[in-house]
């Protein structure tokens, strides 16, 4: 990022309100503590009552015999309490901070006395919650107003401690502690908002509705459900008793943001500039309060994002001699949110909320890159997201209560291959990386999710301790719907600017196997999507959940948490008809070479009948903790966990496993007869070595291991936390993490009921190891590596996804956290992290989908990655620090700075052996890619970044206030490169065992693709 400076301008209109909400407990804080005389004897029957500005009414409750005190679900915010007994001084504690997930805990003391007296005690706020042994942060409105954030939930999620962030534009993701980018769970008023699918977040979360999140990253309760990451809980703004309006400009152009590089430096690079916003406009419009004071409060917020931005493709001339020039997308998003909250009767709330979202882009941003132009993009044609949800919230007692939830989503993903290009086949150099002609598909998507739950809190004395029950039942039942077409479905491989590249020896011309002339030989790949829009490919998920935990105290020092979950999921593929395929080729191709071994043409129209029961999870996730106060003063905690978390069964699963899913495609050899350089009917095809088997309802039902599991992470944490001294807090922590029974595609024999994936599995010598040693490269050395060729006497190519017990994550760090509140004008937030991520699969959405490569053949699982290498998002070192300082005349100055490691580089190269080798060894002539280096080896740069505010806020009166702010980026200056420092490419050995032979080197290497700073 450059170095750029955004002014914002920000009006409040309207006396000052503040949020609240239901008593729902994943969405509140909660207050414990206990009455005593000044001899430390406790005080049943005193009468507490509690207020907040964030909070409709009064809540009150009476001590128990041993002077116990309980107020559970109490929105954020600043709190009063008064308690009061017949005969004893009344008391009232202010400035109570109540944090989302958090439990405040003190004793309060009343004062005998023989007439009415009236006193307030000047209690610190806790910092510590000795309530939970879960790790987390709470990102509150301190914060949120005054770091310098990107507007939007990513930024952060990636500021909390043992947060890595995945950039990956409109699925944006972080590993949280080592876990997959697809492992965190996102929740707005405690309803999911992952995408069912494949579990990124599945809408945009309004920046300007957020009062509060809890980001908990490690050692999870029983009521949080499928997560080996994080637990990211956003809590929205409902509203106050007094009105309340907001105004937020936002406005940056070219002319505000800049790169740091002169334009003799870029052209040097050879690559594009840094993109940068040409224009970027936010306008957003908030107004809460109260409809009836006390008894119903509204909030609610519209948003308008207008915006255009340059990206980093560097301009190109194809091997077809088109040129392709730099450009720019542009798009807007609108946003709308409305919640109502009621509390007509004292024991009970009822909220109900809703969320609109609807985004459009000239360009989709996920894939865009230095190597895609403009016409190989889709037109992202407004995605939309609808969202509402309801929570009634009741209380039986005063040491029960229960919530009910329900909540539905839908959201609808259209993108469009543009009118100009749609016609065109696709185009891959597998050279160099760039695509033209055309995009993949045209393709809507539709995800619907449905969820309810009923939860009942029960607090308990004097049975071997005091009990905090919690208990809940979950029902979700959610669907996908993909509909994938088409005209032209061929995607023709060109290597190195050649459509050519395959003989023998993978150079020159080769002999047509039906004239037996001299042609020239090439590959190409045709998807068997449908030429025209229908044929929607649906699945179905149900879910059933429950859990059930006990917080259990001795005393006032140890408590105990005992919990278990158990969920209970099956999937379903709907009846669907895939629609003929566009280009004939595929047609005839189909007919002639498919059909005839295994009865199906791909390309041609087909039925798929409705499949029951795909996969069915049955998994128990015990959870368990310790939190010890140490000296009993609640400022020094020893905390220990010990959780089990399944992986969620994603819509994903069924839709790869569907044998017709439109983005499913086959590469086939291609010999030009008439040599005019055009792939059509008239020249000769044959099989490339793939799984055809799969399309006939016998075999594809064998895709999927019938004893399969969800996978599981065991997670073990071990920490010391100490309230230094007021308002200022520090943890230590250790966390462990191992992930087990990981879900991958593997080779299978289906007639002998037999995995061949591995060495140790070949008993039947179908694997054959070929030696070799590639030659240095620069300051490479010569490399001994060994590659696995198949024997052409092996089954017929058939995958099968189960569990795989070869393949292994783990994780370790020691986490360093602190925290300064809001006092004497500063806050301060800091981590430092240093970790090991390894294992022999990766993090990415591609390693953790199920069906990467990770496990495909001994090449992949043995070679590749030893199980202590480090993934891709290991970053051994991790400092984030943040602050703001507010001086005279409401003067602010923020900071947000981020250190990382930098990230482990790969280093490959495919090998080719020799024909001699390949005949003497009866072996097939594939292209074998290995590792030539353990990752980690070699690392990216580091990364540095200092972000700046300085804000002025102007009063006018006691109810209305302007602020205006400067951000300043990447205020250090730091500029990066991104080089392609893989020599990769192709080695041709000559022979076993030597130096000599063909090196091609990968094209972008030494080659600066991108830039930033």
């Known amino acids: 990022m450059g170095k750029k400076i955004f002014i914002f301008l920000l009006i409040l209109s309207l006396s000052t309100g503040i949020a609240s909400r239901a008593f729902a407990q994943g969405q509140t804080g909660s207050i414990k ?24 009414g009064i809540r009150t409750y009476l001590s128990s015999k041993t002077g116990a005190i309980r107020f559970p679900g109490l929105p954020p915010g600043i709190y009063k309490i008064m308690a009061e007994k017949p005969e004893f001084k009344t008391v009232n504690i202010e400035d109570i901070i109540v944090r989302v997930g958090k439990t405040v805990n003190f004793d309060i003391t009343l004062e005998a006395t023989l007439i009415e007296e009236e006193i307030t005690s000047n209690i610190p706020s806790p910092t510590l919650d000795k ?44 590993s949280v502690h080592g876990s997959t980018v697809r492992a965190n769970i996102y929740t707005l008023d405690g309803i999911i908002m992952n995408d069912p699918s494949g579990m990124h977040l599945l809408t945009n979360i309004n920046f300007d509705i957020i009062e509060e999140v809890e980001l908990e990253t490690a050692a999870h309760p029983a009521q949080v459900r499928f997560t080996e990451g994080g637990y990211i809980n956003v809590v929205a703004k409902s509203g106050g008793n007094r009105f309340r309006g907001d105004i937020n400009l936002y406005y940056a152009d070219e002319k505000l943001g800049s790169t740091l590089r002169s334009e003799e430096e870029i052209n040097e690079t050879g690559a594009s500039p840094p993109p940068l916003d040409r224009y970027l406009g936010d306008i957003s419009f908030s107004l809460g309060g109260a409809l009836l004071e006390d008894r119903l409060w509204f909030f609610t917020n519209a948003r308008f994002i207008f915006l255009s931005q340059t990206t980093d493709f560097i301009p190109w001339t194809d091997p077809q001699g088109n040129s392709h020039k730099k450009f720019s997308w542009r798009g807007n998003e609108k946003m709308g949110f409305l919640k109502l909250t009621s509390q007509f009767i004292p024991q009970l709330k009822v909220t109900g909320m809703f969320n609109y979202f609807d985004r459009y882009r000239s360009a989709s941003e996920s894939p865009l890159s230095w190597n895609l132009p403009k016409e190989a993009t889709q037109i992202l044609d407004h995605e939309k997201n609808l969202t509402a949800s309801g929570t009634l919230s009741y209380i039986f007692d005063q040491n029960t209560f229960g919530d009910i939830k329900a909540g539905y989503i839908e959201h609808s993903l259209p993108l469009r291959l543009d009118g100009k290009w749609r016609d065109n086949p696709q185009y891959f150099n597998e050279g160099t990386g760039h695509f033209w002609g055309s995009a993949g598909f045209n393709e809507t998507q539709l995800k619907k999710r449905f969820q309810a739950g009923v939860y009942l809190t029960r607090f308990q004395e004097g049975f071997l301790g005091d009990h905090e029950f919690k208990s809940g039942l979950e029902y979700e039942f959610a669907s996908g719907e993909w509909t994938t077409w088409k005209t032209d479905n061929l995607l023709q491989h060109y290597f190195y600017g050649n459509p050519y590249y395959f003989d023998p020896n993978y150079f020159g011309q080769a002999v047509s196997p039906v004239t037996g002339n001299p042609v020239d030989k090439g590959k190409v790949s045709f998807s068997i999507a449908g030429k025209a829009e229908g044929g929607s490919s649906q699945n179905e998920l149900s879910r059933l959940s429950l859990f059930a935990q006990d917080s259990v105290s001795f005393g006032r020092r140890l408590t105990l948490f005992l919990g278990l979950r158990f969920d209970r999921s099956s999937t379903k593929l709907l009846l669907l008809e895939k629609g003929e395929s566009g280009n004939p080729v595929s047609l005839k191709i189909g007919e002639e070479l498919i059909e005839p071994l295994y009865g199906v043409n791909p390309y041609s129209t087909n039925l798929v009948p409705e499949w029951q029961n795909i996969v069915v999870w049955n998994a128990l996730s015990p959870r368990f903790g310790l939190s010890f106060d140490i000296l009993g003063n609640g400022k020094h905690l020893f905390k220990a966990s010990f959780s089990r978390y399944t992986e969620y069964l994603m819509l994903d699963y069924p839709r790869a496993l569907n044998p017709f899913y439109a983005h499913r495609s086959h590469q086939f050899y291609w010999f030009d007869e008439n040599m005019d350089g055009i792939v059509d009917v008239d020249d000769t095809y044959t099989l490339y070595p793939e799984d ?26 071990i920490g010391l936390h100490q309230e230094l001294f007021k308002d200022f807090s520090i943890r230590i922590n250790y966390i462990h993490k191992t992930k087990l029974n990981i879900i991958e595609n593997v080779l299978y024999d289906p007639d002998s009921d037999k995995d061949w994936y591995t060495i140790t599995q070949d008993t039947q010598g179908w694997w054959i190891p070929f030696e070799t040693i590639v030659p240095e490269v620069d300051d490479f050395p010569d490399t001994q590596v060994s590659a696995y060729y198949r024997s052409s006497n092996t089954p017929v190519l058939f995958y099968q996804v189960k569990n795989v017990p070869e393949l292994k994550r783990k994780y370790q760090a020691l986490e360093i956290a602190f925290k300064k509140r809001m006092l004497n004008n500063l806050q301060l937030n800091g981590s430092l992290v240093i970790s090991k991520t390894t294992g022999n699969i990766g993090l990415n959405y591609d390693a953790s989908s199920g069906f990467s490569r990770a496990a495909d053949n001994p090449n992949f699982l043995l070679v590749n990655l030893p199980e202590d290498s480090s993934l891709d998002f290991d970053r051994p070192l991790v400092l984030k620090l943040m602050g703001t300082y507010k001086f005279p005349y409401d003067f602010f100055a923020s900071c947000y700075y981020t250190y990382m490691s930098g990230t482990p580089l790969p280093r490959s190269v495919t090998i080719i052996p020799p024909a001699s080798w390949v005949q003497d060894n009866n072996a097939y002539s594939e292209p074998a890619t290995v590792l030539l280096e353990k990752p980690g080896t070699r690392r990216a740069e580091p990364y540095h970044n200092l972000d700046l505010r300085i804000e002025k806020e102007f009063r006018f009166g006691s109810s209305g206030r302007i602020s205006m702010y400067v951000d300043i980026l990447n205020a250090l200056g730091k500029k990066y490169s991104f080089i392609s420092k893989n020599d990769g490419g192709f080695w041709f050995p000559d022979a076993e065992n030597t130096t000599q032979g063909t090196r091609v080197l990968s094209e972008n290497y030494k080659k600066i693709t991108s830039l930033s700073g």
Do not use: C
């Open 692 to 717: 055809l088997r799969s399309y006939s309802e016998e075999d594809y039902k064998k895709r999927i291991a019938p004893d399969i599991k969800p996978p599981y992470t065991d997670e073990f944490t």
């Open 33 to 56: 503590g206990k009455i005593t005389d000044k001899a430390g004897n406790p005080l049943p029957d005193a009468f507490i009552y509690v207020s907040s500005p964030a909070m409709l």
């Open 131 to 174: 309530e939970s042994t879960k790790t987390s942060v709470n990102i509150d409105r301190d914060l949120l107003n005054n770091i310098p954030f990107a507007r939007n939930l990513h930024e952060i999620i990636n500021s909390a401690a043992g947060v890595t962030q995945y950039s990956v534009p409109n699925q944006k993701a972080s």
